[in-house]
């Protein structure tokens, strides 16, 4: 498991190789963020961005997609995986969110955790995302990221999640979920990772074993 020091060498190097780095889920609003991150579930982000292009152009609101009704809800998010579950899911937290939260998304996790569809790496991300708070959702590629490397190994996600909390520093809270989503998607990848062009190689704990192989 790395060290303190290798923790904050690590982040040093994805915050200069990526000041500002967010989801590349397309949303202008909490509610849209919301949607998207239901949708995203066993689906490509870009999947993802072209039902959403569509179907925010027409409805963005919990009213305005409570209105369309299942059918055409449906219609625009078809191409999506289990889009049958994710549209009931859609169209419940909706009604939630307007009987419940006057329409407005919660910054609660346990409000968040309520709603059909969220479970805590959906909440993890809104949090994260749209209210800026340093949470961190482990999907499979931060939880290959997180045990490959050695910055915070861990059999299941929560494990790892735990971990994380309390190995990043905390300058780097607020955007470590972004850096080490990127990095496991474009660097780190599962079958041929690039250890060859990765920036922080000579701080992980694979890329040493395959070095010493």
Known sequence: MMNA???QL?????????????TELNYLSPFE???AVILSAQATDKSVNQATARLFAV???PQAILELGES???????SIGLFNNKARYILETCRILLTDYQGEVP???EDLEKLPGVG????????????????IAVDTHIFRVANRTGLAPGKTVLEVEKQLLTVVPSRYQQHAHHWLILHGRYVCVARKPHCTTCCIADLCEYSR???GD
Not at 72 to 78: V, Y
């Open 10 to 22: 690590l982040f040093t190097r994805l915050q200069a190789q990526n000041p500002k780095p967010t």
């Open 5 to 7: 020091q290798q923790c």
């Open 59 to 61: 409805a963005n609101t």
């Open 72 to 78: 055409d809800l449906k219609s625009f998010i078809k």
């Open 107 to 109: 910054n609660r996790r």
């Open 33 to 35: 963020l919301l949607i």
């Open 120 to 135: 805590r790496k959906t909440a993890n991300v809104i949090l994260n995302t749209a209210f800026h708070q340093p949470t």
């Open 209 to 211: 074993t395959q070095e």
